[in-house]
């Protein structure tokens, strides 16, 4: 029963907002990982006379449905990163972003001996290791800490790159689940490269695969979306390969870009201008949701070339049990489109994603949705949940932020619960709030909290929604 319990808490906790309106989101089309001369990319710049992120992000404007490039420095010199050029990044990004392109700046923190490549986005400050080459110090290969700086960060978040096995210490193998971990990462690739391709004819497909660890990731309850790389070393921004990562965005801007990636509403797909809407009751890909009714799922595919679709398969899985997920569902040949609903027992988890196949071999995977079902029996829409964050989470001292927007006005109770459930602290009382943002500051250590786990509970008129607390040492 206790484990259970843990399980089902595992997943509440991590519950987002869901939307009673559907929101209209756009679909923008592009690659967080390249590489500028700042670190070991524009390899070619004696022929392309390219070197830096500006003149990189110039380049990438005049490519094919190209909407967006995040350039992700490695971090260390080794690798060629300057302290002074990770600041000149940032601006130089924030320069070359218009009406119709958005530029990212960030980081490709770590080595592939002894740890893994991981990208990170939202952290304006080089993380390092090397005396002289940082702004905050984060030792070679503690990936625990870089999570843990991630999280101390409202709206950062890191990406797997390229994972091999035993990465990241061992992440998606055996190591045990982290909660820190799930709070910062929110994506690893279907594909990355080909790095070091000269090509831009958008022809030279990438055929590797890390689908595989996509899996385990889900198997093992973290809750990660699933992009799709290329590498670049080369002048080559969006012209090497048809591939894309594909976000839903209600409009193309930085902000509302960063936001969709830290939801985890984006895909990936070999197909580059290829739409995918995966929804469960009205809700989007990415959303982490608790209802009392069946999860009806819808798949809808359409293609600006007219590209046909030769399957479409819905995949289920149990957050935390270790097990990959299998389908549920598939179409025939042709079909564009996929309904099912899931009678799935109530005081029931599940997660879902859909895997499309175009005639052509192009293969497109979205992220996941989470639904957990309450103990309802009657058939009954989704709860709209408030959004509820915790930054910095994990806490070490000090103080953290508990902020919301609630969907409209509403009565509400803000509390923290220790691991037996109990009250710790209560910030509001049945307190009658109106509709947006609040936030309010947690002072671990005024509270005396000992290290563990915690529970942040919101109750609002409409559902409730959880967050975990860890409070560390």
Known sequence: MKKTLTLLLAVFCWATSARAQAQTYQFYYGNLHAHSAYSDGNQDEATSHAATPAQDYSFAKASLHLDFLGISEHNHA???????NYAKGLRQADSLTTASFVALYGM???VISGGGHILVYGVDQLLGWEAGNFNVFVAK????????????RPGAFALFAHPQSGDYGNLAGTA???????SSVVGTPLRSGPATSTNVTYSNASTGSYES????MLAKGYHVGISLDHDNHNTTFGRTTPGRLVILSPT??????MQALRNRRFFASDDWNAQVNFTLNGQPMGTIMEGTGNASLSVNVADGDNESVRSITLMRGVPANGVNAVSVATTPAGTAALTYTDTNVPNSAYYYYAIIIQNDGDRIVTSPIWYSRGGVTAAAPAQELAALDVFPNPVQGGSTTLSYSLPKASRVTLEVLDNLGRPV???AQDEQQSAGPHSYALSV???NLASGLYTVRLVQATGTTYRKLVVAQ
């Open 108 to 110: 490709e923190w770590g």
């Open 141 to 152: 290969n503690d990936y625990q800490s870089l999570f843990k700086q991630i999280n101390r």
């Open 252 to 257: 193309l801007t930085k902000a509302n870009l």
């Open 213 to 216: 660890t996509y899996q385990r």
């Open 445 to 447: 250590s005024q509270l």
């Open 78 to 84: 080794q690798a060629g990163m300057s302290l002074p």
């Open 176 to 182: 045990a689940f982290s909660p820190r971990a799930d």
């Open 425 to 427: 602290s209560v910030l």
